[in-house]
């Protein structure tokens, strides 16, 4: 079996990119849903609800293959089991499909058993990153899940539903595990895509009025992506892997298009750059941001890079201001945390320092995170931390929990640390990775006192800054930010759970001496 998924399509199948409003179901055609399961850790939620960006282009190639496909974003409606299944059984669909990554993965499952519940004939579908790695724990889990897709899912999933519609043997689908007479089975790889330009849209199949971007008030949020892949890793991400080592660039003039349509027919003025790296290549990505500044379209633009590119793009910042960018994520790596090469890590914090310079003096705001509960890690090397964040001088600054992720490079490496192994706390807020010289709840007090220290220390300069935007930005963040549930609980930890922290390292002197 050839391992193109468009071998086995017929030629209206492939066509090129096209809007969800180009692809016409068959009379009568079998349903799927999509669903994002009902899963809050507090974090990212604070500042806007965020499409299922995944979604879109899976719909739009379940389209292709002749079903009739609806997205379910229960996440983004706050729904939860009970809202769920009435919302199932009015569907009555015939396919139910989720994704997920390791905090999501529990809910996952419990969202395509309830499917299989009140249905016991459907047939449910997983993908995303943790069951590409863990798809035999998956398995062992629950009865529930039929099928896993490994890897990137829209030509195996177009190849799997149309094999299921037409009588043909799943097990030839390339790029999925499935079960076969009591065993799993995974069948045998499938490329990645040559062409992400090809890939059909669903953007219909949203509730857009869900989508808003809390910092810009009135604002409708979406989401684009440029490129996909890594080809930088840590040790403990799972990008890099899961991507294959690649990194595959659409055509700026399709995501130029892309980017009108979302303004045009569905009023998105903020968009989210989901990519790992868009600013990779530099030439790509001057043309994108040329085009984007001649369309003259008023956009908010987010997105995450490297520290080396600002670095590198010195000359064509003004660009990134005047295309709409107003907010750059720079990821964690470059500020050099946890680097055994001590010259190293100062070249990273030197590098992180001047790139943050570079976006202030653009008007941008600037955001950061930085990793705290490393096996190695102490009150000491957390106050080392928070120096750290005073150097950078980020406008924004995450401190997040170390989480090894299962199928990380690096996982065996810390498996002896882990005190929690209840996936659903593996979300960067929830220690689980326990220091050989503190404990979990020392962690978790020494998170919520960063943050609290950072905001409360930051909270001058953002009111005395002179541009208006970006003042008026920073403190709607700060605001919906330290006014959170998420916040308000984790400050509750730091401040009531000093005391037993104190204790626990009392104790722990106690028994060493």
Known sequence: MPGDAASALPEAAIDPMCSGDDIKPAPNPKKILFVTPPYHCGVAEVIGRWIPLNFVYLAGVARQAGLAAGIYDAAAKDHGYPEMEERFRESMADYVAATAITATINDA????????????????????VHPTFMYEEVFAASAAVDYIVIGEGEATLRHLLTALETGEDPATVPGIALRRDGAVIRTGSRPLMDNLDDLPVAWDLLEWEEYTYFVIPGSRMGAIGTSRGCDHDNGFGSQRRFWEKSWRARDPRSVMAEVEQLYTTHQVNVLLITDEHPTRDRERWETLLDLLIASGLPLHLLLETRASDIIRDREILWKYRKAGIVHIFVGFDAVGQNSPDAAAGEAHIAEAKQALALIHEQGIVSDVSFVLGFPDETPDSIKKTMQL?????????????????????????????????????????????????????????????????????????????????????????????????????????????????????????????
């Open 389 to 513: 964040v005073r150097q950078c001088n980020p406008d924004n600054a995450n401190f997040l929990a170390l989480t090894p992720w299962p199928y990380a490079d690096r996982y065996e490496e810390v498996r002896p640390y882990i005190r929690q192994w209840d996936y659903s706390k593996y979300n960067l807020v929830d220690p689980v990775v326990e220091p050989r010289n503190m404990n979990l709840l020392q962690v978790d007090v020494a998170l919520a006192d960063c943050y609290r220290r950072f905001y409360m220390g930051k909270i001058l300069d953002v009111m005395t800054m002179k541009d208006d935007f970006k003042r008026g930005y920073l403190l709607r963040a700060t605001k919906l930010f330290m006014g959170s549930a998420f916040v308000i609980r984790k400050l509750g930890v730091g401040l009531l759970g000093k005391i037993p922290a104190k204790m626990a390292e009392f104790r722990g002197k106690r028994k060493e001496d």
């Open 109 to 128: 499952v419990k969202t395509l058993e309830l499917a299989k519940r009140i249905n016991p004939d459907v047939v449910t579908i997983l993908g995303g």
